[in-house]
């Protein structure tokens, strides 16, 4: 099974309590849900990659943003600026 449809099972009446996907899998993995262990698994495997990489992306936008060439900084800051400016440019941007 995988983590979608694992979430989507448990989605559906605990999303009605006002319980989102991660504690709904939280609380499945604590009763005795033997077939969600690997759905979790996939789950932490996916959540750490997106993780690292959310992480490696803003160190290198903070390297841009804080270079000692001052040309760069400035063309790293107008950018970043665009991008806070224009909402299509910056889901282009900083979104998976």
Not at 29 to 53: D, H, I, V
Request: glycine share 10%; with cysteine; hydrophobic share 45%.
């Amino acid at each position: 099974m995988s983590t979608e449809q694992a979430a989507g099972q448990l989605r559906g009446p605990l999303e009605a309590a006002g319980i989102d996907a991660d504690d709904a899998l939280r609380e499945a993995s604590t009763e005795n849900a033997a077939w969600l262990r690997p759905a979790l698994a996939g789950y932490e495997q996916q959540m750490l990659k997106r993780g690292f990489g959310a992480v490696s992306a803003s160190r290198r936008y903070l390297t841009l943003a804080i270079s000692r060439n001052p040309a760069l900084r400035q063309v790293a800051l107008g950018f970043f600026g665009l991008c806070g400016a224009v909402p299509p440019r910056r889901r282009a941007v900083f979104t998976d």
